[in-house]
């Protein structure tokens, strides 16, 4: 299948710890976040979302934080395990409905 | 089917010809949207459907790129002329509706078309 992310940055975590992954978006006008994760060879899959007037939002074993300041958005997984290996891609979306994606990062689980 | 699918699932063109991808979005799906990706790269929009509308084609990388929609189900897109930098994987995503709610704005992806201009 497809080779997501060749030159990607890759944070490595073992297995069972806590990772979190970074982005920074572009635009102070963006009112809504998306977090996607794509597994080697599949289109991506969305995980979680946030609101930017929010600050923090929790799913299952995940949860994302907005910092409006600094424009900064993350997505920390719990407890992490084999199958969360894949590249996690954050989107903004402008108040004029263009998305915007960033590079992505490879989270990479060692046993 | 379930879910979004496209065809074809690979195509390999020469240089300077037109090329058209197509996607089937899950039904009942109102919104519907193209993405790109490069090797090595992340995501770039490039269009999205409400019904068979496009709101804005800004995304659009050039005028050699067009989409269009019919009867709030099938979506094209079109590369005229087609240039080696158009070599990518072509995605295409459905959602029931383009709001900022997750009941409504999560995206199913289609496995993608693999184009390549030789």
């Known amino acids: 299948g497809e080779s997501v992310g060749l030159h990607l940055p890759t944070l490595s975590v073992q297995e069972g710890d806590n990772s979190i992954i970074n982005c920074a978006y572009s635009n102070s006008a963006s009112d809504y976040f998306i977090w996607y994760k794509q597994e080697s060879g599949k289109g991506p899959q969305f995980i979680i979302d946030i609101r930017s007037n929010m600050d923090k939002r929790q799913g299952q074993r995940v949860t994302v934080l907005l910092n409006k300041t600094v424009k900064h958005l993350s997505l920390q997984i719990a407890a992490t395990q084999p199958g969360d290996s894949a590249v996690y891609f954050c989107?903004?979306?402008?108040?004029?409905?263009?998305?915007?994606f960033g590079k992505g990062t490879r989270l990479h689980i060692l046993p | 089917g379930a879910g979004v699918s496209q065809s074809p699932s690979n195509k390999v063109t020469e240089k300077g010809k037109d090329v058209e991808l197509r996607c089937d979005p899950i039904s009942g799906h109102t919104a519907l949207y193209w993405y790109r990706q490069r090797l090595g790269q992340g995501l770039e929009f490039l269009i999205y459907?409400?019904?068979?509308?496009?709101?804005?084609k800004s995304g659009l990388p050039s005028d050699r790129f067009s989409a269009e929609r019919t009867g709030e189900s099938v979506s094209t897109l079109t590369i005229q002329r087609t240039q080696q930098e158009d070599s990518a994987v072509y995605l295409c995503a459905s959602s029931l509706a383009w709001r900022r709610d997750p009941t409504y704005n999560e995206q199913f992806f289609g496995p993608g078309t693999r184009l390549t201009v030789l």
């Open positions: 459907f409400q019904g068979n509308s496009a709101p804005d």
């Open positions: 989107a903004e979306i402008h108040r004029d409905d263009k998305i915007i």
